[in-house]
């Protein structure tokens, strides 16, 4: 079965950095596009950024020149390194595969506090 899982989330300070993965299974996952995607507390899941199956890159406007999506088809994981980062990226990130059906993954908490 289809099965995404995130890690790499905890607690920065403003201005740090992190780094998400999200380890794939259960599928090619060299030959689907993927995403990562947020939720505040009390806001609308939001995009964060997506690639595709042959690299290619998009990303939200509050993240732009900050987070960088990335995937290793050989370990089947994307990631997401996160840097600069501030009070309001304060999330659950998960990740996405963009293909219908589409799959989720379970989460992982971002907190950006000092």
């Known amino acids: 079965q289809v099965q995404l899982v995130e890690s790499g989330g905890g607690l920065v300070q403003p201005g740090g950095s992190l780094r998400l993965s999200c380890a794939a299974s259960?599928?090619?996952?060299?030959?689907?596009?993927m995403g990562w995607y947020r939720q505040a507390p009390g806001k609308q899941r939001e995009l964060v950024a997506t690639i595709t199956s042959r690299g290619s890159t998009f990303y939200g406007d509050s993240v732009k020149g900050r987070f960088t999506i990335s995937r290793d088809n050989a370990k089947n994981t994307v990631y997401l390194q996160m840097n600069t980062l501030k009070p309001e990226d304060t999330a659950v990130y998960y990740c996405?595969?963009?293909?219908?059906?589409?799959?989720w993954g379970q989460g992982t908490q971002v907190t950006v506090s000092s």
């Open positions: 259960g599928f090619i996952f060299s030959i689907h596009a």
């Open positions: 996405k595969r963009e293909v219908e059906p589409s799959y």
